[in-house]
Each structure stands twice: as C-alpha cells, then as structure tokens.
C-alpha cells in the first residue's frame, strides 16, 4: 500500500531567489556588503550570556510557560520601555523567537480552512505562510473598507512596519481594536521593532491609550532579536489577553515548544537591563545616518522608513533593476516584491551590517 500526503501550497522561500544576484555581489573586489535580511552582527552582551552559562548545567526539562522571573521580567520591560502597565504575568508566554510564532499562531488559535486573514498590504512574508499552513485564505488590505462585510478570524498588525518602517498613529490603532472587537476578531500586533524609532513615536497595541484598558482580543508579539542582539538565541514573547495566552500555552505544551532553559535565564537578564538596548539602537542610529545619507546622494527616494531596521528606498523602477544595479556594486538588498506585489518599485536595505560594511556601502554607493 503507498499513498503521499501533500500540505499547503507555500510560496516559495523569497531569499531563494537572490542566488545569482548573491553571486554577483560577492565577485566585488571588496566582498559584499549584505543588506538583505536583517539578522544582527554585534556582540551578544556580557550580562546575557552570563545569565544564559548560569543555568547551563540544569539537566531537567524546562516549563513551557516559562520561569516566574521571566514573565515579570517581561511585564517589567512592557511597563518601563514601553507604558504598557498593568499585565499579568500569566499572561506572558515565551516563544522560540517572533517566526515559529507568527507562522503557527493561526493553527495554535483554531483557525481553518474557510476563515480569512487579514495582513498588511506590504508585510513580513510570515504572515501569509502562517495563514496558509492553518487552511485559510488571506486578504492584503491597506485599509478596514477594503474587507467589505467580511469577518476575519485573525488581523496582522506591524507597527513600526517591516519592510516600509512605517509607524501607525494611536489614533488609527483604537480605531482598528473597536472595529476587531466589534466583529470579535482577534488582533495580532508584531511589535519586534517597538524599541527602534527615529524620526517618529510608536506605541503597543496594549498600550492603554490603544486598548481602552483591555487586553480582550488582543495580543502582542515581541522579539529579543534586533534590541538585545539575540536572533541566535531564538528569544521572543507574546502577552496580552489571558484568554488567548492560556489557550497557546496548552496547546505548546502538548506540542513541545519550549524556550530552552539557558535562553529563558538570558531573557531574563535582557528584559531587566535597558541600558545594552540604549546602546544598541544608537549604534542602528549612526548606521542609519550613515546609509540615508548615501542612499539618497545616489538618486534614490527613502519612503517611510521612519522607524525599524531598513530603509524603504527607490529608484521608481522594477525593484529586481534595483537589485542588479546594487548587485553591480556589490551590496545586497531584498526587492520590495518578497513583502507584496504593491512593493514592486522598492527594495527593503537593512541596517544591520558592521560600521565597516555600512560605510563601504556608503562609498560605493557615492562614487
């Protein structure tokens, strides 16, 4: 007897196809300067990775929910970086960073085929992977009018935006949970880049000013990643509702997602230290600076972008121009098509490079 199972139709993995522009990159005298995905290049703090060797012997297995130190730590965090006041630790849920959550979320809150999901017009390409993987159907809305009558299960937020940086106003946030809350459906809000604004304020979506008070439907996605330097950590939380975190919490402890032990100890340290996050976003700042300047000195137009780790440029041009014209120089950037077709004439470059690739960037893009 055979037979084969098949799952849901994905798109393909995005970064896939940069291979030839990758090639061409790297032939630069110079080597490349690779601003295409966003994964951190400094040093994990000292403080950190004490916390995570603190607990390296402990042979038990850890608890999903994690350690009572690490859910106040993060409540902690919310409140002082943040003004989120008022969470309950039990409704602090640690995650094997921000992605396994965001792709599986939908399928962890029961959503299913014939349900919709509504994500961001340009958006992280998770979003759509993770509503596939659960059956539904997804709609890129721009704005509530463009949904009609229909209900969705599951809404994406993103504020600030990755890829765009962009920052949604309080005001257009309240207006997005009372609509949600009037359909019943439930608001996930992606605040990874929450601790990294320039040039203008962004605010959670537990923030009381947002949420009336009430975290009912509501969750918040946060990652260690870019603020503390832990993407090889695999470090991130989602807190909000109690209702929801509790239904996540039973379903991955039968599925086994736990944040091993040591990562949860250096969470903790992360959340309770604020100055290595203050250090870190001023060196994205002076990176930052750096490659706007060159960016626009070359005939660009950076769009948004007024928070996060990219700059949202263009040439109005087919973003993949873009790509090869930067390729020839030997700097890598993503086409603003892997977030969406509306992305077509952008390319999403990151900040995260060393000061000395941000600045071989610079020149290359001047002379």
């Known amino acids: 007897m055979s037979g084969s199972t098949t799952g849901p139709a994905l798109p393909d993995f995005p970064w896939d196809s940069l291979a030839d ?17 966003g994964t951190p290049v400094d040093p ?5 990775r004490d916390a995570l060797a603190a607990v390296s012997d402990q042979p038990g297995y850890p608890t999903t929910h994690g350690t009572p130190e690490l859910r ?21 849920l640690p995650t094997i960073g921000s992605k396994e959550l965001v792709a599986w ?21 998770t979003y759509e992977v993770g509503a596939l993987l659960a059956g539904a159907e997804v709609a890129r809305v721009e704005g509530l009018t463009a949904l009609g009558p229909r209900r969705p299960a599951l809404l994406w937020l993103n504020s600030p935006s990755n890829p765009t940086g962009r920052v949604l106003p309080i005001e257009h946030l309240r207006k997005v949970v009372d609509w949600a809350r009037e359909r019943g459906t439930i608001i996930a809000s992606d605040e990874c880049y929450l601790s990294l604004t320039w040039d203008s304020s962004a605010v959670s979506i537990l923030d009381p000013r947002v949420s009336g008070g009430s975290t009912e439907g509501l969750l918040a996605v946060h990652s ?10 695999r470090a991130g939380f989602v807190t909000g509702d109690p209702v929801l975190v509790k239904r996540l919490l039973e379903i991955r402890k039968h599925a086994g997602m736990i944040v091993p032990r040591p990562v949860q100890s250096a969470m903790t340290a992360a959340l309770r230290d604020d100055q290595h996050v203050v250090e870190q976003r001023a060196r994205y ?19 948004h972008s007024e928070a996060g780790l990219y700059l949202w440029a263009t040439r109005d041009e087919d973003a993949w121009d873009t790509v090869a014209w930067l390729a020839s120089r030997g700097i890598l950037a993503a086409p603003g098509t892997f977030y969406g077709p509306k992305g077509g004439k952008h390319v999403r470059m990151a900040l995260t ?3 000395e690739r941000i600045a071989a960037a610079a020149a290359r893009l001047t002379a």
């Open 285 to 303: 700042e002076a990176r930052r600076k750096v490659l706007r300047e060159a960016v626009l000195g070359a005939g660009f137009r950076v769009d």
């Open 353 to 355: 490079a060393t000061d």
């Open 72 to 92: 106040q730590a993060a409540v902690d965090a919310m409140d002082r970086r943040f003004g989120v006041r008022g969470l309950d630790p039990v409704a602090v």
């Open 105 to 125: 979320l939908p399928t962890l809150l029961g959503v299913r085929g014939g349900d919709l999901v509504a994500i961001p017009e340009l958006a992280y390409p």
């Open 21 to 37: 522009h990758t090639a061409t990159a790297r032939s630069h005298p110079d080597g490349v300067v690779d601003l295409s995905v």
């Open 224 to 233: 260690l990643s870019k603020s503390s330097s832990l993407a090889g950590y």
């Open 44 to 48: 994990v703090p000292e403080l950190i």
